[in-house]
């Protein structure tokens, strides 16, 4: 038996499957440089937009998370606080994620060791700026 | 986010009950990661194959981003500097 889903909530749902598909593609580990990963962080940057778009017809749900996990740890260390950060501040930072995977392949484009010295100031200066 | 921004596993990704119910007992196969172990689910397909499926994805990320980090040469000057590694990873040089 199937639960109806209405169509907001289903293209919801496909957005962050989908999200996470590419997220998944991006950081597949490689033996070589493969320029075309960048495509992949540019695919998670177009799924961004509608991921905001639909976070308000979702609903938080606290009880899903819990610190008494960290019981089971091989730690003597006290069970510390859950990090909970802001819809906003965690969204910013993805978009800043894949804005800089997609930047971070340009590396290959360069022509020259001066050129690639410039364009690797340009970056630094963009990214911590 | 929270992991990705540097923050411990014990207090972002280990606190999901979801997660947990995924990763322990250790599964030793993709199949054996459920959230029941004891039996197939029939029903609530929302819960099993869409939130699974999700879970998994986030997982497996997380364990790629894990392991790159930890292949990668780099020289630690201290706690925050390996956090400002795993935050910004995908600036690290790869072998070309």
Not at chain 1, 12 to 23: G, K, M, P, S, T
Not at chain 1, 48 to 75: D, H, M, N, W, Y
Not at chain 2, 55 to 71: D, N, S
């Amino acid at each position: 038996m199937t639960t109806a889903v209405n169509e907001t909530l289903r293209n919801a749902i496909i957005c962050r499957l989908e999200l996470r598909r590419q997220l998944l593609s991006a950081v597949q580990i490689g033996e070589i440089v493969e320029p075309h990963r960048s495509l992949s962080w540019g695919r998670c940057l177009e799924h961004l937009p509608r991921l905001r778009s639909t976070t308000q017809f979702g609903t938080p749900v606290e009880q899903s998370f819990s610190t008494k996990i960290q019981r089971r740890l091989a730690s003597s260390v006290p069970p510390r606080p859950m990090v909970k950060i802001s819809f906003n501040d965690a969204y910013d930072y993805l978009t800043k994620l894949c804005q800089y995977g997609t930047e971070a392949y340009d590396i290959l484009n360069f022509h020259g060791g001066p050129n690639l010295l410039v364009r690797c100031t340009h970056r630094h200066l963009l990214m911590f700026n | 986010m929270a992991w990705h921004m540097g923050n411990p596993l014990s207090q972002t990704l280990f606190t999901s009950l979801y997660l947990d119910r995924l990763l322990w007992p250790e599964p030793k196969t993709l199949a054996q990661a459920r959230f029941e172990r004891d039996e197939i689910p029939e029903g609530n397909l929302m819960l099993h194959s869409i939130l699974r499926a999700f879970c998994l994805g986030l997982i497996k990320a997380c364990g790629l981003v894990h392991q790159t980090i930890c292949t990668e040469h780099y020289y630690e000057v201290g706690q925050t500097q390996y956090i400002e590694n795993r935050s910004v990873y995908v600036t690290l040089a790869k072998p070309m």
